[in-house]
């Protein structure tokens, strides 16, 4: 439930409020009134948001996190915790809408629920867990707090007095945080938006996380985890704060975890069976691709693994993983083939390490290799978003766009697209010629970011090429999307 900036917006983003005002910084819609991006919300007396409001708003909250770089973009990693994620979802109560689960580049241990079912967890919280049950509960917890409407229903409690001022004032909130901010200005914003009750509109209450731990409880149980691993977690957390106040995890900050509340989630616990659960394999391989992809700029990846896998022998697979994407990603692409090799030999059933090293293949320059270690994969797995967007990159690569085309449109037709997928098949769409096509996907990425006259000029500029009329990418232009030649 907080924004992933320096700054601790830890509320503000978990609402209605900040998620519009996450309209006003964007460029391309400054000409705009905020009033005119605002979901129509009705009288008084209909104060709570449908289920289609929130989802645009989700939306747009989305478009402003991928604008400011923080989310991790990663097909293996998105893959694994949207597989997560729906797992969790799906047995939940009012479940079966579209959830979204990401991650974003920050350190800080934390994670949050959107309006629509987009759920973030931080890089911090993810290498913080000792378990798959563990990462499982978090997501749990975001996943009731969204089926629960906790946000709706705190709206309609608040009242909605002055939404375009109030939202006017979060942008400036969340300009300043971004920037890195403790200015005046950014305070004097913090303050007009405390006098504006905005925390108390926001602010997930007590009873809401109670609910949401219960509910939580409920749903990891019957996905078959531990129930165990919540109030467990809580209590990691809860050890770290007697290190000291900058110890304090942000997750205790935007989830305030008591004895009572610890209590609670132990008794809800113990009213499920348990039996042994073993983590997959996937949780510790993504949990160390997470830690070389999170690495911070000016850092060599290679340092984490240089004591842990000094003599190899005894490091666990995730970690001779990690310690290969390390060399990978510090420019030593044969030291990592060697690695990858290795692993997939003994392991031919786990996909990371077909991707792996298809990858590790293609910075190496032997796209020939690259090709056909992606193939073998796609004979075990069609339609693995991961195993096709590498394949797809090698085609490219390999001079070959009108077959990468293919494959990158077969998966965007059959499986829901993310915003890196739907880039991708533009790019092979354009580099084949097929224009027409490249703009209906671009329409698609403006859709996915919930800027609306953009995606209506691509379907314009599309039907325009369909009926052979060239328009030359002038959309692209305008919006300025650069999804070609990006």
């Keep these: 439930m907080s924004l992933p900036t320096r700054a601790n917006l830890a509320a ?58 923080r989310m991790l973009e990663d097909p293996e990693v998105g893959e694994y915790l949207q597989s997560l994620g729906l797992r969790l979802s799906s047995m939940a109560h009012d479940g079966n809408r579209d ?22 967890i931080h890089t911090g919280l993810l ?40 939202a006017a004032t979060l942008a400036a909130i969340l300009i300043g945080a971004m920037a890195g901010g403790n200015s005046n200005a950014t305070m004097g914003a913090v303050t007009a938006a405390q006098n504006l009750a905005v925390q108390s509109q926001i602010n997930f209450t007590r009873e809401h996380e109670y609910e949401a731990d219960r509910v939580g409880i409920g749903i990891l149980a ?46 809800r616990a113990l009213q499920y069976p348990v039996s042994e659960i073993q983590d997959r394999p996937s949780y510790a391989l993504i949990k160390e691709r997470t830690r070389v992809l999170s690495t911070p700029a000016g850092r060599d990846p290679r340092e984490y693994y240089a004591s842990i896998t000094a003599n190899e022998p005894d490091a666990s697979m995730a ?14 692409a044969r030291a990592a083939i060697v690695t990858f090799e290795r692993l997939l030999e003994a392991h031919p059933e786990v996909l990371l390490f077909h991707t792996a090293l ?41 001079g070959r766009p009108k077959r990468a085309h293919e494959v990158l449109l ?25 224009v ?27 039907g325009l090429n369909m009926a052979g009329q060239k328009t030359a990418y002038p959309g692209l232009n305008s919006c300025k999307l650069h999804i070609v030649n990006s």
């Design 319 to 332: 970690q001779v993983y990690g310690k290969a994407l390390a060399h990978l990603m510090a420019g030593e």
């Design 436 to 462: 027409a096509e490249t703009h209906d996907i671009a329409r698609n990425t403006w859709f996915l970011n919930a800027i609306w006259p953009c995606a209506f000029e691509q379907g314009n500029f599309a």
């Design 127 to 166: 290498l913080e867990t000792k378990s798959e049950s563990e990462l499982a509960a978090v997501l749990a917890h975001e996943v009731a707090h969204v089926t629960q409407r906790h946000i709706a229903r705190g709206i309609e409690a608040q009242g909605r007095a002055n939404l375009v001022s109030t």
């Design 12 to 69: 503000a983003l978990a609402g209605l409020l900040l998620s519009s005002a996450m309209l006003l910084p964007s460029p391309l819609l400054a000409q705009q009134s905020v009033q005119d991006q605002l979901p129509e919300m009705g009288t008084a007396a209909q104060s709570t948001l449908s289920l289609e409001d929130e989802y645009r708003i989700g939306r747009m909250v989305m478009r402003g996190l991928r604008d400011s770089g």
């Design 222 to 267: 019957s996905a078959g985890y531990d129930p165990n691993a919540m109030y467990g977690f809580f209590e990691t957390m809860g050890r770290r704060t007697q290190l000291g106040p900058d110890q304090v995890p942000e997750l205790l900050r935007t989830h305030p975890v008591t004895t009572s509340r610890i209590a609670e989630a132990k008794g």
């Design 358 to 398: 298809g990858q590790a293949q293609l910075f190496a320059g032997d796209t020939k290799a690259a090709l056909a270690t992606l193939e073998r994969a796609r004979e075990l797995a069609p339609r693995n978003v991961p195993v096709t967007v590498r394949y797809g990159e090698a085609l490219l690569q390999a």
């Design 99 to 120: 959830f979204s689960f990401f991650l974003i580049r920050d350190p800080s241990i934390n994670a949050f629920a959107l309006p629509g079912g987009f759920v973030g």
């Design 410 to 434: 077969d998966l965007f037709n059959n499986v829901p697209p993310s915003q890196e997928q739907i880039r991708l098949t533009a790019i092979a769409a354009n580099a084949a010629g097929d």
